[in-house]
C-alpha cells in the first residue's frame, strides 16, 4: 500500500479542501437520512400501530354492540352493555402486565363517567373536545404521561342507538340525560413509545453514521487519488519547470552566442547573454521585432549570417573565421553556424544561429606561439626559432653558392654581475645587450639560445672577412659597465665564429663548432674572438667522449685513488693524500688533469667526488696507524647540494675519527660564493674535520680569506717550490708565506719536492711538512704497507739523514 501523503500537504491542497467539503455535504446528507429515517419511523408508527390497536378496539366495540343486540336473551340480569364493555376493557388490562405496549381505557366524558374518568387533563380535553365537534374523529398525539413519553390514540365513543342512550341515562339517572350521538366519552389507547424511539434513534444515528462513514471514505479514496494525479501533474510540471529553468540557465550562460529568429515573420524569438556581450545589443530591442526595424541593424545582421542559405537549403550552415566590428568591444574574431529547424509539415519554422567568439583564444595561440619561438626575456628568437632560420639559411645558401657566419656569443664576468649585483640587474643587462647586439647588427639574425649565450647569423657575403669586421665592431660597441658600492665591473662578449660551408654545411655542425670557438675564445681572456679550426674540433670531441665515458667509470670500476705520503720535514710520514686516477680500458692511464675539469662542467663531480670521499675514509679507518688521510673538494660540491650532511655520514658509516681527515680546497671555494663557502667550511670545522688552503699564493684573494677562516694549514703550490733554487722571486714568495704562516701559527705544507736541494732549502726556512715525489710518488695503498702497519713509536721515515 502506498505510503499516506504528509496531512498537511494533503489538507492545504485542492484534494483536500475538496474532501472538506465533500465532509460536510456527507454530515448533512447523513444528518438528512438519519432524520428522515427516524421521521419515516414515527409516522409508520403512528398509521401502524395505533391503527392495529384500534381495530382491536373496535373489534372489541363490535362485540359490545352485538351484546346488545342480544343481552333481552341473557335474562334481566344480564350486565348492561356499557358496564359489559367496561368490564372487558378492565379485564384486558389486568390480563396484560403494566409493561405491555398496549394499554386499552373506556373513558367517560369528565363530570359523567360511568366507572373510569380521564385519566389526566389532556385527555379530558381531548373528550370535551369531541362533544364540541359535529362529527368527531380519533386523535393521536405524542405525549409525556407522568414522566413517561407515550404514543395515544383517543376514539370518541358516540351513542349511535337508542338502546345505548337508555342504558346509560339508567345508570346515571341523577345527570343529565344522554340523548342519541351524543360524545359519550372515549375509547383510549396508550402505546409507551420510549422504547422504540431509542431504537429508531440508534437505528437512525447508525444510518447517518454508516451512511456518513462510507460516503467520506469512498470521498476520501477519491480524494486520494486525485490528490496523487495532481501531485504527479505537479511533479511533471515542477520536473518540466526545472528543466524548461535547466535549459533556459544552459542557453543563457552558454559561452557561445544563441538567437532563434521565426522563420515566417522574421521576428527575433530568442537571444542569450553572451548574444549581448559579443554583439553590443540589448534584448528588448530585438526580441519580438524583425531585423529591418531593429535600431542596431547591423549588429542584428551580424547575429545571422548567411541565414538566407540555411532557410534555402535547411542545411546547417558553417562559416569560419571572419570578423565582426563590434561598437563596444572592437573587432571580434567569430565562427557561426546556422541551421534551419522544420515544423511539422517539414516548412522553415526557426533559425538557430550560433556564434563563438573566438578572439582571446587566437590571441592566445598568437602569444604561444610567439613564447614558442621568442625569448621572454629580451624577445629575441630562441633556440627552436633560431635552429629553423639557420636551416632556411644553409638552404638558400647552398642555393645561391653564397657563404655566410654564425657567431656564438657570450657575455664575459656575467656570473659576478649576478653573484654581486642579483639576478635582477642580471637580467637587466642581458636586456641591454640584446638591444646593443640588435642595433650594431640590424642586418644580422639575432637569437638568445639561454643564459647569457646569444647567436648571430650574418648576411651572406665575402667571409670570413665580413664575420671578423663584424665581430671588432661588436667588440668596440657593446659593453655594459656596472658600479654599486664601490665594486665596478665591466661586461663585454667573447665570440666565436663558425663559416658555412667550409666549418660545416648542417645546422648542428655549424652550431657545434661555433660553440667550440667560443669556447677557445673564453680559455683566451675576456674580450676575444676566435674562429673555428679543425684541431678545435678535435679537442671538443674529445672531451665530449672523455664525458660521455666518464658517466660510467664508477660503475665499471675503472676509478681507484692513488695514496702520495705526507711527511715531516725530518722526512717522518704523517698521513696521506688521496689523488683520483682513471684507468680507461683503451686509453690506460688517465690524468687528473683531463678528466677532472670534464667532471666539473658535466656535473659528474658530484658523483666521482663522493664516491672519492668515501672510498679514502673507508681506507683510513682501516689502517692500523692513525695517519692522516687528507682529500680535496671541488668548488662544484660546495655549491650544490649538502657537503656538511655528507661529510658527516661518511664518517658515521666509515667509523674514521673526525681529526683524522684533512679537506683540501681552493680558493675558488670562497670566490664564487663567499658567505656560503664560509657557512659550509665553519660546519666542517665543526665537526672535527682539519681545512686545509690548496694552492695558497696562485689566486688574488688568499690573504684575504685567511683573516675570515681559521685554516688548520697551507699548502705552497708546487710552481713556487720548482724554482726556489733558480728564480729568486720564487724563494722570496715562498720565504713569505712561510713567515706569514707561522706568524698566524699555521702549519705550512709545500707540495712538489722533488730534488734534495729544494728539500735543504725548505728545511732552511723552517718549512712544516713536504709532499712529492722526493717523499713518494702516488701509489695503490698496497706499495705502502709497511707505512700505515708499523707502531707509531718506531715510524720509519723516507728519508735518510
Known amino acids: 500500500m502506498a505510503q499516506f501523503p504528509n ?79 367496561a368490564h372487558a376493557i378492565e379485564a384486558f388490562n389486568k390480563q396484560n402486565s403494566d409493561n405491555s405496549d398496549f394499554r386499552l381505557a373506556s373513558v367517560g366524558r369528565p363530570g359523567r363517567e360511568i366507572l373510569t374518568p380521564p385519566t389526566d387533563a389532556r385527555m379530558a380535553e381531548t373528550i370535551e373536545a369531541f362533544a364540541a365537534m359535529p362529527n368527531p374523529k380519533p386523535v393521536s398525539e405524542l405525549l409525556d404521561v407522568n414522566g413517561e413519553r407515550i404514543f395515544r390514540t383517543v376514539y370518541p365513543t358516540i351513542a349511535r342507538e337508542e338502546s345505548c342512550v337508555s342504558c346509560h341515562n339508567a345508570l346515571q339517572p341523577v345527570q343529565t340525560p344522554w340523548h342519541l350521538n351524543d360524545v359519550m366519552g372515549a375509547f383510549v389507547i396508550d402505546v409507551p413509545i420510549s422504547p422504540f424511539l431509542h431504537t429508531v434513534i440508534w437505528q437512525s444515528a447508525g444510518i447517518g453514521i454508516g451512511l456518513f462513514l462510507a460516503l467520506a471514505l469512498a470521498g476520501l479514496t477519491i480524494s486520494l487519488m486525485h490528490f496523487r494525479q495532481l501531485e504527479a501533474l505537479d511533479a511533471s510540471a515542477a520536473k518540466l519547470g526545472r528543466t524548461q529553468n535547466f535549459l533556459d540557465s544552459i542557453i543563457e550562460n552558454m559561452p557561445v552566442s544563441v538567437a532563434v529568429k521565426d522563420a515566417r515573420d522574421r521576428c527575433y524569438v530568442l537571444i542569450n547573454r553572451t548574444a549581448e556581450a559579443i554583439f553590443g545589443i540589448a534584448r528588448g530591442e530585438l526580441i519580438g521585432r524583425p531585423a529591418d526595424v531593429s535600431q542596431n541593424k547591423e549588429a542584428a545582421n551580424d547575429l545571422f549570417p548567411l541565414a538566407g542559405e540555411a532557410l534555402r537549403t535547411q542545411e546547417l550552415q558553417t562559416i569560419g573565421e571572419h570578423l565582426v566590428h563590434t561598437p563596444h568591444n572592437g573587432t571580434r574574431i567569430l565562427t557561426t553556424r546556422n541551421l534551419s529547424i522544420p515544423d511539422e509539415n517539414g516548412e522553415p519554422r526557426y533559425l538557430l ?25 629580451t624577445d629575441l ?112 662578449i667573447s665570440i666565436g665564429v663558425a663559416i658555412f660551408p667550409a666549418d660545416g654545411t648542417d645546422a648542428t655542425t655549424l652550431l657545434n663548432n661555433a660553440d667550440a670557438a667560443l669556447y677557445r675564445a673564453k680559455g683566451a681572456g675576456r674580450g ?122 661518511l664518517l658515521l658509516e666509515t667509523g674514521l675519527a673526525p681529526t683524522r681527515l684533512e679537506l683540501e680546497i681552493t680558493e675558488g671555494v670562497l670566490v664564487e660564493d663567499f658567505d656560503r663557502g664560509l657557512s659550509i667550511l665553519r660546519r666542517l670545522k665543526a665537526l672535527g674535520v682539519r681545512i686545509a688552503m690548496d694552492d695558497f699564493g696562485t689566486g688574488y684573494s688568499s690573504l684575504s680569506y685567511m683573516q675570515s677562516f681559521p685554516f688548520d694549514k697551507i699548502k705552497i703550490d708546487k710552481s713556487f717550490i720548482s724554482n726556489v733554487k733558480s728564480n729568486p ?70 728519508l735518510s739523514a
Open 528 to 649: 676575444k674572438t676566435r674562429f673555428f679550426e679543425i684541431e678545435m674540433d678535435n679537442r671538443l670531441r674529445e672531451r665530449r667522449a672523455i664525458s660521455n665515458e666518464l658517466s660510467s667509470a664508477i660503475a665499471r670500476n675503472e676509478l681507484c685513488l692513488h695514496y702520495q705520503p705526507l711527511a715531516k720535514i725530518d722526512g717522518e710520514v704523517i698521513g696521506f693524500e688521496a689523488l683520483l686516477r682513471w684507468q680507461h680500458p683503451q686509453r690506460g692511464m688517465v690524468s687528473p688533469a683531463t678528466f677532472i675539469p670534464v667532471a666539473e662542467e658535466s656535473g659528474l663531480i658530484m658523483q666521482i667526488g663522493e664516491w672519492a670521499l668515501r672510498e679514502a675514509c673507508r681506507e683510513a679507518a682501516s689502517w692500523s696507524q692513525p695517519l692522516q688521510i687528507a682529500v680535496n673538494l671541488s668548488p662544484i660540491q660546495f655549491r650544490h647540494g649538502d657537503l656538511a650532511g655528507l661529510v658527516h655520514s
Open 353 to 377: 544561429s550560433l556564434a563563438e567568439d573566438i578572439t582571446e583564444r587566437k590571441q592566445a595561440e598568437a602569444r604561444i606561439q610567439h613564447l614558442a619561438h621568442y625569448d621572454a626575456l
Open 7 to 85: 496531512l498537511w500537504r494533503f489538507m492545504r491542497s485542492r484534494s483536500g479542501r475538496g474532501f472538506l467539503l465533500h465532509l460536510s455535504l456527507c454530515a448533512a446528507l447523513s444528518v438528512t437520512v438519519g432524520y428522515g429515517f427516524y421521521y419515516f419511523s414515527l409516522n409508520w408508527f403512528e398509521e401502524h400501530k395505533s391503527r392495529e390497536k384500534i381495530i382491536a378496539l373496535q373489534l372489541v366495540d363490535a362485540f359490545v354492540t352485538n351484546y346488545s343486540a342480544v343481552r333481552s336473551q341473557f335474562g334481566k340480569d344480564a350486565p348492561v352493555p356499557a358496564t359489559f364493555r
Open 729 to 798: 722571486q720564487s724563494a722570496a714568495i715562498v720565504r713569505a708565506v712561510i713567515g706569514l704562516a707561522h706568524g698566524l701559527n699555521l702549519p705550512v705544507l709545500a707540495e712538489g719536492v722533488e730534488t734534495r736541494p729544494q728539500l735543504d732549502f725548505l728545511a732552511g726556512e723552517a718549512c712544516d711538512e713536504v709532499q712529492g715525489y722526493l717523499m713518494g710518488r702516488p701509489q695503490p695503498i698496497a706499495q705502502y704497507a709497511d707505512l700505515i702497519g708499523q707502531d707509531g713509536a718506531t715510524r720509519a721515515k723516507l
Open 381 to 492: 628568437p630562441n633556440r627552436a626559432a633560431f635552429v629553423d632560420d639557420l636551416a632556411r639559411a644553409i638552404d638558400a645558401a647552398k642555393l645561391n653558392k653564397e657563404s655566410f657566419a654564425v657567431l656564438s656569443i657570450d657575455l664575459d664576468g656575467f656570473k659576478e654581475v649576478n653573484d654581486v649585483f642579483g639576478h635582477a640587474v642580471g637580467d637587466d643587462v642581458l636586456r641591454q645587450m640584446a638591444e646593443q647586439l640588435r642595433a650594431f647588427a640590424p642586418d644580422a639574425y639575432l637569437a638568445r639560445l639561454g643564459g647569457d649565450e646569444f647567436t648571430l647569423i650574418t648576411p651572406n657575403g665575402d667571409h670570413p672577412v665580413l664575420a671578423e669586421i663584424l665581430a671588432r665592431r661588436l667588440h668596440a660597441a657593446v659593453a655594459i659597465d656596472l658600479e654599486r658600492d664601490g665594486q665596478h665591473l665591466r661586461v663585454g
